[in-house]
């Protein structure tokens, strides 16, 4: 472990972002690989760690023995600093190494708005932010992602960029990466090698070309062919990760376990990038996908499993999913959720049940608020089959219905702006009173490369904020609330959708200038978008514009297996009000994506229907679940006494809590619960330690129905599902608790220790008052009757004694410490601290 690193890390927010020592993670002997590839979702650990794409890839890397995946994040602002201000490099979280050691740095390309990040990954490691001007010594820069479907804004930092699927091709590059590594071959010669393989775009192989006036004319093809293919998996089921799931240590967006059960939907909204770009259908298998939940709970300890697909409601065999889903874990705690709905897919039988799970919010996206506008973009859905489906929701006992809504789509209408609110409020009155709620969510529609509306204007920001105004007035009731989506946001975002490489100036100017999180509110600011422009000579509404039939865009030379005139016949159809349906369901309409041979859909109801294959039977009760109640149920208590070592100091006291009941999960604890709307787990933990403290003396309590079989085995079998830096040194069963005062003895290590003089004069005082701070108010506190004894131990470490008593002001041991002895603010940054021993007082003899 880097000393500096592991220094500075308890000075930061969060700082188990940044530990590494999550469950599953994998760590392998550095000189153990040929090849060392590092992994970075340019945002933070929050969002990275919900996506899936990444920890796909992460888990096919690792399971060859001669590679090693690794991660990192775009760090937060406040470890940015601290990295730049100790001249320090950014670091892979598994092994503290810097990315600039790797062979390969792979990011992903999630949103427009992350842009500003990869800027911040390759300064914070020290690589020059352009391909060209790395060498040899500087690791491949390959990226991926959605974004990668028009990447030209960023498309100069980049050695290499992979379009489409990621789970064979991964495997390709760093092959072709190792081999060229082992023979020694020069940085271009690697980039031919990597240009090869299907799916990969080297963006220095093309050059853009300029009218007098900077009008894009199209790419120059350097090397290689002209058109790009986008690289497609024929069968999701054979790409399934056996690998258990990473299990995060603090609370992260979507904090549960993913499963992907489809991939790609082809509803054909004529709005939808994914729905492009991602197709054919490709399903996985009921049984798969269960046999996936099964052991990603098992060896996760989520309470909660999402089906993820871009139309989770269209999967082929979703009702006998959700049925076996709910019957095996309901009563384990675990809940199931669809994120992706479609109006359409919720049949009653499928809503039933949701219905099991939680009823806090049912959300459906309408788009638009005409049935025209909806036939323009293809949507497939009424007004009718809306409020259908509303009313359902409400009757089975879901009390908020939040709706999406864009504004700014084709042949929109000041009439289909008025009808989003409208909309809303029968929406509202489908619930017939009571306390039912709408929250409606409207946003700026972005045109997007690679659809049938990607030649499209884009409203101005004016128009944006006016369009948004008309809809709140038209909103009334306090049970019908406008969540905004920023149209300053969406302004940029659409640069940056249709954009060409002249826009790497303005990233790198803005990034100059200090723009970093762009994604996040908070951080974002246009005006530092619009000086950059201006520095640049750029004209940034210009980007927003319609582009005429005959105008080359950006994106052409990539080919993502959809034929090239497909779109312009969408878009006449649109213009039309005419319907395309859904090929998986009414055949092949001739988009160019599949074959029908090695590459077409796959729908596994068509294969159950001719198969007579019987729904799959209710699970056999689990003996937990068919045991007495919670209220009769008997209760053994018992104490488990554990250390907290190493990246495991770095927990807050909340993050610790969630890392042992995802542990008591996995060991399949028989847990007592409490009573309630919301049982939790009869448990409780010793006091909370300050943020950065390591110890030999916590415990935990826990609360069982049934007695432990093996107490022996226990501890070892428990430690087997903690991350690394907590260890379970003994558990027995509990007596009763002491409820007095406490003697802790902490031993800290001090860069300049105390002379035994100061700590015996300390010890002589009767009255120690110092300034504290508490909740940003400055208060006395008299720090004398705390301690209870001082002294140096022969490891040459500082031994603090301190008392401690229910509802008593106290100190944190470094705090007291810095008070005391005048510590400067350096040294106490540097300081350990560890707490050895906590006791009832008087202490007892040992």
């Known amino acids: 472990m880097n000393s500096e690193i592991d220094t500075l890390l308890p000075q930061v927010r969060q700082p188990s972002r940044y530990g590494g020592n999550e469950l599953h993670v994998v760590k392998k002997e550095w000189d153990s690989v040929a090849l060392r590839m590092v992994l970075a979702f340019p945002d933070l650990y929050e969002l990275g760690m919900s996506h899936q794409g990444l920890q796909i890839l992460y888990h096919i890397v690792n399971a060859r023995k001669d590679l090693v995946a690794e991660r990192v994040y775009t760090p937060d602002r406040d470890l940015e600093e601290l990295l730049r201000a100790h001249h320090l490099p950014l670091f892979s979280l598994e ?161 549960r376990l993913g499963l992907e059960i489809a991939r790609g939907c082809t509803r054909g909204c004529r709005f939808c990038q994914a729905g492009m770009i991602y197709r054919p259908v490709r399903e996985r298998t009921p049984e798969k996908i269960f046999a996936m939940a099964e052991k990603g709970i098992a060896e996760g300890g989520f309470e909660e499993l999402a089906l993820l697909s871009l139309s989770t409601g269209d999967y082929s065999c979703l009702s006998e999913l959700l049925v076996r889903l709910m019957n095996r874990f ?59 489906t509303a009313d359902a929701a409400y009757g089975l006992g879901w009390k908020l219905i939040k709706l999406y809504f864009m504004f700014g789509l084709p042949t929109e209408t000041e009439e289909d702006v008025a009808a989003i609110p409208a909309l809303a409020q029968k929406v509202l009155k489908a619930g017939k009173g009571g306390n039912c709620r709408v929250n409606v969510s409207a946003a700026t529609f972005v045109p997007k490369p690679h659809t049938a509306f990607e030649r499209e204007p884009q409203l101005s920001m004016e128009e944006g904020y006016a369009r948004m105004d008309a809809i709140k007035k038209r909103l009334y009731g306090k049970n019908c609330t406008l969540k905004r989506h920023d149209p300053r946001m969406s302004y940029l975002e659409g640069v940056f959708s249709r954009g060409d490489r002249c826009l790497s100036r303005l990233l790198e100017e803005a990034w100059q200038r200090g723009a970093r999180m762009d994604a996040w509110s908070e951080h974002f600011d246009l005006h530092r978008w619009q000086e950059a422009a201006v520095a640049c000579g750029l004209e940034l509404d210009g980007y927003l514009r319609r582009r005429e039939a005959d105008e080359v865009l950006p994106w052409q030379h990539l080919g993502i297996g959809v034929r090239s005139d497909f779109f312009a016949e969408e878009y006449a159809k649109g213009l039309r009000e005419e319907y395309t349906p859904d090929c998986r369901v009414h055949g092949c309409q001739q988009c160019g994506v599949c074959d029908l041979k090695t590459l077409k ?91 950065g403290t390591e110890s030999l003396a916590e415990f935990v309590l826990i609360d069982l129905w049934e007695p432990l079989a093996d107490l022996g085995g226990f501890v070892p079998a428990m430690n087997r599902q903690l991350p690394e830096g907590l260890v379970i040194t003994q558990a027995v069963l509990a007596g009763k608790e002491h409820a007095g005062t406490m003697v802790t003895t902490y031993h800290l290590r001090l860069p300049k220790l105390p002379v035994q003089a100061e700590l015996d004069r300390v010890m002589a005082q009767e009255s120690l008052p110092v300034v504290v701070v508490r909740k940003g108010m400055e208060k006395q506190l008299d720090l004398r009757p705390l301690l209870h004894s001082l002294r140096l131990t022969p490891e040459g470490e500082l031994a603090l004694s301190v008392f401690s008593a229910p509802g008593q002001p106290g100190g944190k041991p470094l705090e007291i410490a810095a008070k005391l002895f005048g510590l400067p603010e350096e040294e106490i940054r540097r300081a350990r601290v560890l707490k050895v021993a906590s006791e009832p007082y008087p202490v007892s003899e040992k």
């Open 601 to 691: 859909p796959i729908v596994h109801h068509r294969k159950q229907e001719k198969a007579g294959i019987e729904p799959a039977p209710q699970e056999t009760p689990r003996p937990e679940e068919t045991s007495a109640p919670q209220s009769l149920r008997p209760h053994f208590v018992y104490k488990l006494t554990y250390s907290r070592l190493g990246n495991a100091r770095l927990l807050s006291h909340l993050e610790l809590l969630q890392v042992f009941f995802r542990a008591f999960s996995r060991a399949k604890l028989p847990l007592n619960f409490s009573q309630g709307f919301n049982p939790t787990p009869k448990v409780s933990f010793s006091p909370a330690l300050p943020l």
């Open 330 to 388: 309901a009563k384990e705690h675990v809940s199931v959720s669809l994120p992706s709905l479609r109006v359409g897919t919720l049949t009653p039988a499928i809503m039933e049940q949701i219905k099991r799970v939680r009823k806090t919010g049912f959300t459906l996206a309408p788009e638009a608020g005409t049935d025209r506008l909806r036939r323009v973009i293809n949507k497939g859905i009424t007004e009718e089959d809306l409020l259908a």
């Open 95 to 255: 092994s503290q190494h810097p990315v600039a050691d790797f062979d390969i740095l792979g990011i992903t390309l999630p949103y427009e708005l992350c842009y500003t990040n990869i800027l911040t990954i390759l300064e914070l490691a020290g690589l020059p932010f352009r391909s060209a001007d790395r060498t040899a010594a500087h690791p491949l820069v390959i990226g991926g992602g959605p974004c990668a479907f028009h990447p030209e804004p960023v498309a100069d930092f980049f050695d290499a960029i992979l379009l489409g699927d990621g789970e064979e091709a991964v495997l390709e590059i760093c092959e072709a990466v190792r081999a060229a590594k082992e023979s020694g071959e020069e940085r271009q010669a690697v980039l031919e090698r990597l240009s090869r393989i299907e799916g990969v775009y080297v963006p220095s192989f093309f050059e853009p070309r300029y009218d007098d006036g900077g009008k894009f004319l199209g790419m120059q093809v350097l090397s290689g062919n002209g058109l790009v293919r986008r690289r497609i998996l024929a069968d999701l089921e054979g790409a399934s990760i056996e690998q258990p799931p990473l299990v995060p240590l603090t609370r992260i967006v979507h904090d």
